[in-house]
Each structure stands twice: as structure tokens, then as C-alpha cells.
T-cell receptor
Framework: AQSVAQPEDQVNVAEGNPLTVKCTYS??????LFWYVQYPNRGLQFLLK??????LVKGSYGFEAEFNKSQTSFHLKKPSALVSDSALYFC??????????????FGTGTQLKVEL | KAGVTQTPRYLIKTRGQQVTLSCSPI?????VSWYQQTPGQGLQFLFE???????NKGNFPGRFSGRQFSNSRSEMNVSTLELGDSALYLC?????????????FGPGTRLTVL
């Protein structure tokens, strides 16, 4: 079965500094990886995904993620953090089982806090 | 294009009651998935519907059920509510539900069971 790990419950960063939110995965076969962000009392908002191709994926709001197959990682990054980036971030992997289907397996989430 | 909508946004029920939650997907999207989010268990997949058929199911008891209508709108039902069913229920839609599709989430329905 596939799984996703987000080793940090919380990441603190100063505004203007680069940020990284870590994610590692375990799947059989090729991974389909996603990042979502959740603001308080809201649903999940899609940031970016890796399906195939370039290892550096660019997404919404200046976020990007680097896929590393050898390290089974898909870390989320942003060159310059904003206070408004403070939110809960989830990494997810698409189920690789038979029968197609749309099941996402999520990590436990990382709370990002950007301070002035 | 309007996003995924869920109704109601908030619900308060008592143990033993049943509840029905509704989800309207993005126009043109045919796959609808449901997730439960709790502080203890995180985000867990409930089930997915495509073309009015349940295509995938998570590890939840039979009290949790769903359906999809011909216009792709979906409902989920929880019968005999338990305190542990208190959660944020999220609906997500995607075009075809293929592996590369992006799932777009609604704002969720916050269910509180007293």
C-alpha cells in the first residue's frame, strides 16, 4: 500500500526567507504526487502535482516542488515566504491499485507559520 | 467556472440520528470523491463515484454510504451517528478520475455529533 510521510508537524520561517516543507512517499510503481494547502475552516486548495516529466514542478502562488526518485521525496518549496502562506500543507499520493479510481492517500500535514 | 459546493456547511446532530450531505462538482467533472478529516485520523478516503457507480471504497463501516446522480451531484449518508463521526467531510471532484487528474475540493461540511 502507498503511504506519505511529512516528518515535520510545524515549520517556522521568517517572511522573505525561503521555505521548504518535506514529504517522502512509498508506492509501488510510478508515483503520482500532489500538494494541497488548507486555510482555517476551508477545504483543500490544489497547489501542484507531479505526474511525469521534469523533476521540478511549478505550481500556484509561487510554490514549486522537487521530485527526487532516489530519495522518494517530493519537497514543497518557495523562494520567498509570505505571512499569507501560513496554513496547513498536505502532501498526497494517488492510489496505484488496480481498477483505476481516485483515492488519494494524505500525509499528516505540516503547519507552516511565517512570521514578520 | 464555479468550484465544488457542499451543503450544508455546518450540521449538529445527536447520536443515533442519520445525516445526508450534498456535493455539487465542478461543471463537467464526472468523478466525485469523499474524505473525512479529523484531528486524530487526519484525511481519510471514504469512497468515489463515477458515472453513478461506486468505483472505490475506503475502510469505513457500512453506516457510511453514498450515491451519485446522473448530473454528477453526489450525496453521502451516515446512519446511526456516533460521537466519533464528528469531522469535516470534504468532497472533491475531477474530470474522469484517472490517475493524472487533479481533485478539486469543496469547503467541506462540518458535522458535530452530540
Amino acid at each position: 500500500a502507498q503511504s506519505v510521510a511529512q516528518p515535520e508537524d510545524q515549520v517556522n520561517v521568517a517572511e522573505g526567507n525561503p521555505l521548504t516543507v518535506k514529504c517522502t512517499y512509498s508506492v509501488s510503481g510510478n508515483p503520482y504526487l500532489f500538494w494541497y494547502v488548507q486555510y482555517p475552516n476551508r477545504g483543500l486548495q490544489f497547489l501542484l502535482k507531479y505526474i511525469t516529466g521534469d523533476n521540478l514542478v511549478k505550481g500556484s502562488y509561487g510554490f514549486e516542488a522537487e521530485f527526487n526518485k532516489s530519495q522518494t521525496s517530493f519537497h514543497l518549496k518557495k523562494p520567498s515566504a509570505l505571512v499569507s502562506d501560513s496554513a496547513l500543507y498536505f502532501c498526497a499520493v494517488r492510489d496505484t491499485g488496480t481498477g483505476g479510481g481516485n483515492k488519494l492517500t494524505f500525509g499528516t500535514g505540516t503547519q507552516l507559520k511565517v512570521e514578520l | 467556472k464555479a468550484g465544488v459546493t457542499q451543503t450544508p456547511r455546518y450540521l449538529i446532530k445527536t447520536r443515533g440520528q442519520q445525516v445526508t450531505l450534498s456535493c455539487s462538482p465542478i461543471s463537467g467533472h464526472r468523478s466525485v470523491s469523499w474524505y473525512q478529516q479529523t484531528p486524530g485520523q487526519g484525511l481519510q478516503f471514504l469512497f468515489e463515484y463515477f458515472s453513478e457507480t461506486q468505483r472505490n471504497k475506503g475502510n469505513f463501516p457500512g453506516r457510511f454510504s453514498g450515491r451519485q446522480f446522473s448530473n454528477s451531484r453526489s450525496e453521502m449518508n451516515v446512519s446511526t451517528l456516533e460521537l466519533g463521526d464528528s469531522a469535516l467531510y470534504l468532497c472533491a471532484s475531477s474530470l474522469e478520475g484517472s490517475r493524472g487528474d487533479t481533485q478539486y475540493f469543496g469547503p467541506g461540511t462540518r458535522l458535530t455529533v452530540l
